[in-house]
């Protein structure tokens, strides 16, 4: 168990005092969460990287009006969410050719061919899904959150969230199936 | 297990790498501290207070009759007092 100095609302209370030890060890204790839930919103590991350094740095400069309100993660998870959405949004209105074309590596030769293609059939699909939909099956079947925290990290009430939630996952089956029936196909 | 379950389990993502951890802690240190920041808006904003109150406590206001004055009251703020005085 971490010492209580060490939680994050005690590194956030430092942070505001400009610690830089805190600031590393928040950054440090986080950034996963946010570089994969960055890649699964963008579909992209270079987007996703700017989107949680972007997100961090968020946390460097407004560390002295945070308030324990909610949950650090949670917080963390609405900020991570918006930014994701905002990116995504931002880079729709980019002429095109602005795009960077830079392949991404992917998940790492470590895993066999057939499952790096399962992978990427599931990155395409949830790529298409609509930016909220989205959100809701990453906080939920990644991020493992409960319907509760996934509802307040998406700014919406716990029926909202259920019901995002189920149209998410039935727009998800449709672009998976239709996929997978066309392959059959080929 | 529903397949599209099964499907989820399959999109694989690496962890972030220290690189970018000490990317994002050399820039956070390069970032204007927040508190000082702070502290120049405020004296920014106190400098730019004084000034126009000084300015406004100096203003010299150009010089008018006893009589302008009161033609200005009369017609221009307070206007005419009847429609035969407008026709004038």
């Given amino acids: 168990m971490e010492p209580a100095s060490d939680t994050d609302h005690a590194l956030m209370l430092r942070i505001a005092q400009q610690d830089?030890?805190?600031?590393?060890?928040?950054?440090?204790?986080?950034?996963?969460?946010?570089?994969?839930?960055?890649?699964?919103?963008?579909?992209?590991?270079?987007?996703?990287?700017?989107?949680?350094?972007?997100?961090?740095?968020?946390?460097?400069n407004d560390a002295g009006k945070w308030r324990p309100e909610a949950k650090f993660t949670t917080w963390l998870y609405r900020v991570m969410t918006n930014a994701c959405i905002d990116h995504k949004r931002k880079r729709r209105m980019l002429p095109l050719g602005d795009n960077d074309t830079t392949p991404?590596?992917?998940?790492?030769?470590?895993?066999s061919l057939q499952q790096q293609q399962r992978s990427r059939q599931v990155q395409a699909a949830l790529g298409r899904l609509p930016p909220r939909q989205r959100a809701a099956i990453v906080l939920s079947y990644y991020e493992e959150l409960g319907n509760e925290q996934a509802a307040a990290a998406t700014g919406l009430t716990l029926n909202a969230f259920q019901q995002l939630l189920y149209r998410a996952r039935q727009s998800l089956k449709d672009e998976l199936m239709e996929r997978e029936s066309k392959d059959g196909q080929d | 297990?529903?397949?599209?379950?099964?499907?989820?389990?399959?999109?694989?993502?690496?962890?972030?790498?220290r690189e970018l951890l000490e990317r994002i802690i050399t820039a956070a240190a390069a970032q204007p501290r927040p508190a000082r920041r702070h502290i120049f808006a405020q004296a920014a904003m106190f400098a730019a207070v004084a000034v126009t109150g000084f300015w406004l406590g100096n203003a010299t206001p150009a010089p008018q009759t006893a009589t302008t004055q009161s033609n200005f009251m009369d017609n221009v703020i307070l206007g005419?007092?009847?429609?035969?005085?407008?026709q004038m």
């Fill in chain 2, 1 to 17: 297990m529903d397949k599209i379950d099964e499907f989820l389990g399959a999109y694989a993502v690496r962890d972030a790498d």
């Fill in chain 1, 20 to 60: 830089a030890g805190a600031y590393r060890l928040l950054v440090a204790r986080h950034l996963n969460f946010c570089v994969r839930f960055g890649e699964r919103m963008l579909g992209s590991r270079a987007d996703a990287e700017d989107v949680a350094q972007e997100v961090c740095l968020r946390i460097w």
């Fill in chain 1, 104 to 111: 991404d590596t992917g998940p790492g030769p470590e895993i």
């Fill in chain 2, 80 to 86: 005419p007092d009847s429609v035969a005085e407008m």
